[in-house]
């Protein structure tokens, strides 16, 4: 059995799709976004950073089981030509766990801006967790935001400061 990550929206029952993958012995991600607040002291509430959306490491097969089982609280996002669950590929989906987990102290900073990089233009990251990766400048200001494809779907973006990026000719 061939295991590739696939993603999936979880209408209803989110905690219940956790257990029921927890117990099949099926890997999951659900990307969270954690948020600071400054009231009444320095406090962290994570929060999920895509409504209802979880990735699950199995088997197409699994995938289209799982769905019929849960309708209508379950769709899994399709590849366009086949109509079969979508693959997002290893590399893609350990780029995005790794875009949507806690940042480093590298990864968002904002100073002077470089005008040696445009809009537009690929460039691979040199330092840091997300070093080798690589994207598009989505916006030139005082920060840099790159774009990460994660497949067809999805996309993320990481802001980080020029000097950790190299135009990719």
């Known amino acids: 059995m061939t295991l590739s990550w696939y993603a999936l929206k979880i209408f209803k029952g989110m905690n219940v799709a956790k257990k029921d993958f927890e117990g099949a012995g099926i890997k999951f991600f659900i990307p969270y976004l954690v948020e600071e607040s400054?009231?009444?002291?320095?406090?962290?509430?994570?929060?999920p950073l895509?409504?209802?959306?979880i990735f699950v490491r199995t088997s197409a097969k699994f995938v289209k089981e799982y769905w019929v089982r849960h309708l209508p609280g379950v769709m899994y996002y399709r590849d366009l030509e086949s109509g079969e669950p979508?693959?997002?590929?290893?590399a893609q989906m350990e780029a995005f766990?790794?875009?949507?987990?806690p940042a480093d102290p590298g990864?968002?900073?904002f100073e002077n801006d470089n005008p040696e990089f445009h809009k537009g233009q690929r460039v691979r990251i040199t330092e840091g967790k997300f070093k080798g990766y690589e994207g598009n400048i989505y916006r030139i200001g005082k920060d840099r935001k790159v774009v990460v494809k994660?497949?067809?779907?999805?996309?993320?973006?990481?802001?980080?400061?020029?000097?950790?990026?190299?135009?990719?000719?």
Do not use: C, N, W
Not at 38 to 47: H, N, S, T
């Open 38 to 47: 400054l009231e009444g002291g320095v406090r962290y509430k994570e929060k």
């Open 50 to 53: 895509m409504a209802s959306l």
């Open 86 to 90: 979508a693959v997002i590929p290893d």
């Open 97 to 101: 766990i790794k875009l949507t987990s």
């Open 107 to 109: 990864a968002v900073l």
């Open 150 to 169: 994660v497949t067809e779907q999805f996309s993320f973006r990481l802001d980080i400061h020029p000097r950790y990026l190299e135009p990719i000719q």
